[in-house]
């Protein structure tokens, strides 16, 4: 059974960072596409950032490209999104999600097979 579970959400105040952490269990791909996705009341979801075996680097949201920094491996069963500088808009619930596929398009959350929990970000003063 594919689990993923998010750590590392909480309250900042604006300018401040926090690291999430996405634990996966019951499953060791060698293809896969994993992300981290937020949706705050009453919008979108949105992509946030991106790894995937079919590309060389994480993709980002413009909204928070040279702010957050993902980094980790599934193959270690954790993956990570530092996020600096945050900004009231950033506040949403963050949820990582997998799909056991390679994809060099990684920020569409349609395509995701396997979700955590979520964690809640607030950024406010």
């Known amino acids: 059974q594919v689990q993923l579970v998010e750590s590392g959400g909480g309250s900042v105040r604006p300018g401040g960072s926090l690291r999430l952490s996405c634990t996966i269990s019951?499953?060791?791909?060698?293809?896969?596409?994993i992300g981290w996705f937020r949706q705050a009341p009453g919008k979108q979801r949105e992509g946030v950032s991106c790894?995937?075996?079919?590309?060389?680097?994480?993709d980002y949201a413009d909204s928070v490209r040279g702010r957050f920094g993902m980094s980790g491996d599934v193959a270690k069963k954790t993956v990570y999104l530092q996020m600096s500088n945050l900004k009231p808009e950033d506040t949403a619930v963050y949820s990582c999600?997998?799909?056991?596929?390679?994809?060099?398009?990684?920020?569409?959350?349609?395509?995701?097979?396997?979700w955590g929990q979520g964690t809640q970000v607030t950024v406010a003063s």
């Open positions: 019951g499953v060791t791909p060698y293809y896969y596409t």
């Open positions: 999600a997998l799909v056991i596929s390679g994809l060099s398009a990684c920020l569409d959350g349609s395509v995701m097979r396997y």
């Open positions: 790894i995937s075996s079919a590309r060389d680097s994480p």
